[in-house]
């Protein structure tokens, strides 16, 4: 019965991931990121923003820290954060409060970059967000 039961769920969690095209699209991640380094648990219904901590290192694996354009990460936020901008495990910002690496690059209707922003907006007006005085820096 639990070999039966396991198999459903890596049958199930693999038709999760081939039968999104649009949302799988964003970043191959066979071979290179298994879901559970970023996720507690299956992304499956609730549990799907159950994060681990750290996640920005398995980023900085192919992507550099821009400092000019990036928001800092590993830190505990002092501003309210919206629930569709998710923490970490620990509550702090990392690269994925602002990106979700499962979007498309591409805006379907516009055909410009998303950046993989979990919000249409962009620049200064995505920082909004959270923030009502931005940095000097920006």
């Given amino acids: 019965m639990h070999s039966r039961y ?3 769920m890596l049958f199930m969690s693999l038709l999760l991931i081939f039968a ?5 699209a964003g970043h191959n991640f066979i071979g290179k990121v298994g879901c559970f380094e970023c996720h ?3 992304p499956l219904g609730k549990t799907a923003l159950l994060l681990r901590t750290n ?3 398995i980023c900085m694996r192919c992507h ?11 830190m505990v936020p002092k501003v309210i954060v919206p629930l569709d901008l998710p ?6 910002v990392s690269c994925i409060t602002c990106h979700d690496v499962h979007m498309s690059a591409v805006n379907k209707l516009t055909g410009k970059k998303t950046h993989y922003l979990r919000r249409i907006l962009k620049g200064k007006k995505f920082c909004y967000a959270c923030h009502v ?3 000097s820096k920006f």
């Fill in 6 to 8: 396991s198999s459903l």
């Fill in 20 to 24: 999104m095209p649009e949302r799988a």
């Fill in 40 to 42: 507690e648990k299956l």
């Fill in 55 to 57: 996640i920005g290192k």
């Fill in 64 to 74: 550099k820290l821009e400092k000019r354009l990036s928001h800092p990460i590993g």
């Fill in 87 to 92: 923490l970490d495990k620990e509550g702090r």
């Fill in 133 to 135: 005085k931005l940095p």
